[in-house]
């Protein structure tokens, strides 16, 4: 009877562990011992065929979503992308057990993820980011706007109460300027950097004097091209859009894999 009672603790403690999915890589591939992934995992990989699974265990059930695992999550691609192809899942994707994992996600799409990894191969994902100058923004669009300009003076020194249609017609046309900046300058982004990557993809922006948001597939062969580009687009842009350049970092905008989860 206790031989019996162990036995079924042991299969219900393999049931309550499941395996975190982190992304799809070739089957070939080799892992470092130093790899961890979210709560300080040892990673491994369920492999099938010509691609693989990169996983780790978890307790099925146990809440995700913190912003260190979210960290390590994207820190774990990241730095698998810069030596091999990687198709990343989403973040929180988990499966009930090795098995589920080659069976529903490796198996039911293989073809499907081997020629995703075959067009990445080689490739990364940089994402550019630009936020104005808020003071030079502003001088920019009320030396630019009659109106602008003529409804600043109007609401000059004076009680909010009375100036109420100004100060929102002003906001107005402030929203439209930027809007207008943003895509102006996001497409100037564009032009700088698309002879130094093979896609890219504009994302929304984050916040109200965000000038651009972008991502680009980019050769490992010329990163340092492509970086140097950015270094002379902010050059051009300095004292107007602070830039930021996030990566080496796997193609989150450049691949669709299923979603999969317990």
Not at 83 to 100: I, W, Y
Not at 183 to 188: F, G, L, S
Not at 208 to 234: H, I, M, N, P
Request: net charge negative.
């Amino acid at each position: 009877m206790a031989a019996e009672q162990t036995h079924e603790a042991r299969a219900q403690e393999e049931r309550d562990v499941g395996c975190y999915v982190y992304g799809i890589l070739p089957g070939d591939v080799e892992l470092t011992p130093d790899a961890h992934g979210i709560q300080e995992r040892d990673v491994d990989l369920v492999r099938h065929g010509e691609i693989a699974a990169l996983v780790s265990e978890i307790e099925l059930g146990t809440p995700i979503g913190r912003p260190e695992e979210l960290t390590a999550h994207q820190r774990l691609l990241d730095d698998a992308a810069v030596e091999v192809p990687v198709l990343p899942l989403r973040f929180g994707a988990v499966l009930t057990s090795r098995e589920a994992v080659e069976e529903e996600l490796l198996a039911a799409n293989h073809d499907q993820f081997l020629a995703a990894l075959n067009e990445i191969e080689g490739r990364v994902e940089y994402i550019l980011k630009g936020r104005y100058e808020e003071r030079v923004l502003l001088r920019e669009i009320i030396e630019e706007n009659p109106e602008a300009a003529r409804l600043r003076e109007e609401i000059r020194d004076r009680p909010e109460e009375l100036t109420h249609d100004a100060r929102i017609r002003l906001g107005e046309l402030i929203n439209q300027a930027i809007a207008a900046k943003r895509e102006a300058d996001t497409q100037r982004a564009v032009q700088a950097l698309a002879g130094h990557a093979v896609a890219n993809a504009l994302r929304e922006p984050t916040h109200q004097e965000d000038a651009v948001q972008a991502a680009f597939l980019v050769e490992t062969a010329q990163r340092s091209e492509f970086e140097k580009a950015v270094e002379e687009l902010a050059q051009e842009w300095q004292g107007r859009v602070n830039l930021r350049l996030l990566g080496p970092m796997a193609p989150y905008d450049f691949v669709i894999t299923p979603r999969a989860g317990a």
